[in-house]
């Protein structure tokens, strides 16, 4: 067995990459999980993303994700994988050969990691729309105060001080 791994393209600004690797560690340490973040000085960060101690170490249960963001040229590139060999080999081993129930567990911690890449591609790309509609938009200008003709009812200018239809004071 290899790895889950988990790699995609987002076309945006490069400079997103802080607040994609800010988002994805807030999720993920709110959800419990122990996050360590490096920045890179290529602009990129890495993160990794663990949980559970030694017995679910031993029955295959402890979840383990390497995430790495990176700039491609004005793009972001992110891959997120999970090492099968590295965090199941002992206890697969053991499983295969006494505690074979425990394969049932081991089974459903490996689909359970799979699911974690999702889930940063997921974030990554609700931050990149979050901030990109941000940046489109322009603060919306507070709308010029209109007036109406009390007599005919014509709209008119602001800065009016007289009807443009029938003449009457505004």
Same mark, same amino acid.
């Given at each position: 067995?290899?790895?889950?791994?988990?790699?995609?393209?987002? *076309?945006?600004?490069? +400079?997103?990459?802080?607040?994609?690797?800010?988002?994805? $560690?807030?999720?993920?340490?709110?959800?419990?999980?122990?996050? &360590?973040?490096?920045?890179?000085?290529?602009?990129?960060?890495?993160?990794?993303?663990?949980?559970?101690?030694?017995?679910?170490?031993?029955?295959?249960?402890?979840?383990?994700?390497?995430? &790495?963001?990176?700039?491609? /040229?004005?793009?972001?590139?992110?891959?997120?994988?999970?090492?099968?060999?590295?965090?199941?080999?002992?206890?697969?081993?053991?499983?295969?050969?006494?505690?074979?129930?425990?394969?049932?567990?081991?089974?459903?911690?490996?689909?359970?990691? +799979?699911?974690?890449? /999702?889930?940063?591609?997921?974030?990554?790309?609700? $931050?990149?729309?979050?901030?990109?509609?941000?940046?489109?938009?322009?603060?919306?200008?507070?709308?010029?105060?209109?007036? *109406?003709? $009390?007599?005919?009812?014509?709209?008119?200018?602001?800065?009016?001080? *007289?009807?443009?239809?029938?003449? /009457?004071?505004?």
């Amino acid at each position: 067995m290899g790895t889950f791994k988990s790699n995609k393209t987002f *076309f945006a600004s490069p +400079a997103l990459i802080p607040v994609i690797a800010r988002d994805i $560690t807030v999720t993920f340490a709110n959800d419990g999980y122990e996050v &360590h973040s490096d920045e890179l000085v290529s602009g990129g960060y890495d993160i990794s993303v663990t949980k559970g101690g030694i017995f679910k170490a031993i029955i295959g249960m402890k979840t383990a994700l390497k995430i &790495h963001i990176y700039p491609a /040229n004005e793009a972001i590139q992110i891959q997120a994988g999970v090492g099968i060999f590295g965090q199941q080999a002992i206890p697969l081993a053991i499983s295969m050969l006494i505690f074979w129930p425990v394969l049932i567990t081991q089974i459903s911690g490996m689909v359970k990691q +799979a699911k974690l890449d /999702n889930k940063v591609m997921d974030i990554a790309a609700e $931050t990149i729309a979050r901030e990109t509609s941000r940046q489109s938009i322009p603060p919306a200008a507070p709308p010029a105060p209109r007036k *109406f003709c $009390t007599k005919c009812g014509k709209e008119n200018t602001p800065d009016s001080l *007289f009807c443009c239809a029938c003449g /009457n004071k505004l």
